[in-house]
Structure formats: structure tokens, C-alpha cells
């Protein structure tokens, strides 16, 4: 319960300086506007290319729910 009211109100802070932002206004603390992941509320390790941190990713990808990667070895 605690982490996804974390996600949300993330979301609602990154949605408010976007339309700050889009508005041509400065952001009054651009430092609280921060990424999570969407499925677990970790803000370490987080990539932005697929909104997930590292552990979901590596979830997601031996699962095989994330297109076009696959696990590696050599």
C-alpha cells in the first residue's frame, strides 16, 4: 500500500512540473520531481528507457515480457 501511494505521487509531481514546464514555467523544486519504477516504487537503479528499475528488468526479460531482449551468455 505505502509503495504504490509512493507512485502515484510521484506520477502526480511528475505530471504537475510537465505542465509547468509546457506552460514556460520554472519549477519551484525541480529536485522532488524524481523516476520510479512502475511495478515495485524503487528509485535506485532505475532505467528510463523502460520505466522499470534493474530488479523488475531482469524479471521482466527472463520472462520474456520485454521485447527484443534476451538472456545472455558467454
Not at 12 to 30: F, L, S, T, V
Amino acid at each position: 500500500m505505502a509503495r504504490t501511494a509512493l507512485i502515484v505521487k510521484t506520477k502526480r509531481r511528475q505530471e504537475a512540473a510537465a505542465k509547468r514546464h509546457a506552460a514556460g514555467k520554472q519549477i519551484k523544486h525541480p529536485t522532488r520531481v524524481y523516476n520510479r519504477c512502475e511495478k515495485c516504487g524503487r528509485i535506485g537503479g532505475y532505467m528510463r528507457k523502460f520505466g522499470i528499475c534493474r530488479i523488475c528488468f531482469k524479471e521482466f526479460a527472463r520472462e520474456g515480457k520485454i521485447m527484443g531482449v534476451k538472456k545472455s551468455s558467454w
